[in-house]
């Protein structure tokens, strides 16, 4: 079997048993979760809570682009959040490229790059520029990045001041949450 058909045989299962039929539209915990992406990260277990708990928004960093932030604001003006919590965490992959090495395995191939000791690497061939002009969100310090997340959400015209943003690193490694600190400052309603 492969993955498609092990994704419908378990959907199948679920289907039979899962009890997430009469959960309201709204989070029980009137709260929001902006973070990674990536596979390890499993945030409701993470943070002690259940399926109906929280809105989950993922994306590649747990950025606060856009699109994040369209779904925040509809998270709270139209389903009732009232805390975010911006959780970026160890080892991230968009911690291992540049904005402008992106742009440039894309003009050399939209076929999967690669890495090893020595950077990252494409076959070449039928590339593209259309990712000259996206901003990939790419970085270097964690705490930074966290940190201008919580102050770019705070800071956007369509965020109410009185919306709490907390900022927190969590370790792959070890299951821990960190608070950032110059997040927490940043991160203050004012009203």
Known sequence: MGLLDDIAAGNAAWAATHGNRNLPNLPARNAAI????D??????????????DTHVIRNAGGRASDDAIRSLVISYKMLGTREWFVIHH??????????EEMRALLRSSLEPAWRDDAGWHDHGGGGSTHGDDIDWLTFADLEQSVTDDVARIRNHPLVPA????YGFVYDIDTGKLSEVAAAMVASRPTA
């Not at 902006?34 to 992406?37: A, D, I, R, V």
């Not at 596979?39 to 109906?52: A, D, E, Q, T």
């Not at 160890?90 to 904005?99: E, L, N």
């Not at 009185?162 to 943003?165: E, G, L, N, V």
């Open 34 to 37: 902006l973070t990674c992406m």
């Open 39 to 52: 596979h390890r990260i499993v945030p409701l277990r993470l943070l002690g809570l259940s399926v109906g």
């Open 90 to 99: 160890t080892r991230c992959g968009m911690m291992t490229f540049t904005d």
């Open 162 to 165: 009185r919306i709490p943003i």
